[in-house]
């Protein structure tokens, strides 16, 4: 499932690409696949880099990878082991809502992509993460807990305080919205209910098939629905 709309990243053989916070790696394999590039995958858990590991060996096998390098790495967003100015796009999808320091964070990011390139980052969205919260604790401390909920005008403002420039937006996944309700709803951690199974099973479906029909849905729903907050700042 790709959050990152990678057409806005302006990426060119030969560019730096770190996805930090990689999770099981979604991201970093799509920027595997642009052509000629030198990809990092990193997260501060080494299960997910496994997970990673296993995933790009997977799509090797398959021969759909075109980058010229990939490399994984454990760091923390926080205090990333790189110089300034190295990385010629910067992705970091859904993890500042899990750093209890996110300046640090953000000044991190904004330190390591190069002056005139493009860092792409995604939050859960006010309004469908507002109500997940309302509908289950279980649900604010899984993942290494939710510790904040953003505004997009308020994250826009922090980010460019530290020397960025915001230049376009989107949401995303609207149809995932309402599944993450229900399975609040029910239990996050519950395995049992058939409505949750049924949606699951359904998003996996749409996830593999990409039928044009649900991407139209999830299109047309996306300014009202979408779960995530996409923004996408350019370093002067």
């Known amino acids: ?23 099981e790696g979604r991201h970093t394999i799509e920027a595997c696949r642009q052509q000629g590039t030198l990809c990092v995958g990193a997260d501060v858990g080494v299960k997910t880099l496994v ?12 021969d759909d990878l075109c980058c010229k390098s990939v490399d994984l790495s454990c760091m923390d967003v ?15 999808s859904e993890v500042l809502e899990h750093i209890p320091d996110d300046q640090n964070a953000m000044s991190e990011l904004v330190r390591i992509l190069k002056p005139g390139k493009i860092l792409a980052v995604s939050v859960p969205r006010f309004f469908p993460e507002k109500l997940c919260w309302f509908l289950s604790d279980e649900y604010v401390n899984a993942d290494m807990g939710h ?5 997009k005008h308020s994250l826009i403002k922090a980010m460019e305080a530290f020397g960025v420039r915001h230049i376009s937006s989107h949401y995303a996944h609207s149809i995932h919205a309402p599944f993450w309700w229900l399975k609040c709803l029910i239990g996050p951690n519950r395995t049992d209910s058939k409505f949750v199974t049924l949606y699951h099973e359904l998003l996996v479906w749409d996830l593999m098939n990409k ?13 009202v629905l979408g779960k995530s907050l996409v923004l996408y700042f350019k370093k002067p």
């Open 1 to 23: 499932m790709i959050t990152i709309d990678f057409n806005k990243l302006d990426i060119h053989p030969n560019d730096r690409i770190l996805d930090i916070g990689c999770g």
């Open 147 to 151: 510790v904040r909920i953003y505004q």
């Open 51 to 62: 997970e990673t590991k296993k995933k790009i060996a997977f799509h090797r096998a398959l």
């Open 211 to 223: 039928p044009k029909f649900t991407a139209f849905v999830d299109k047309l729903l996306n300014p």
């Open 78 to 92: 926080t205090c990333l082991p790189f110089k300034n100015n190295c990385f010629d796009t910067v992705i970091c």
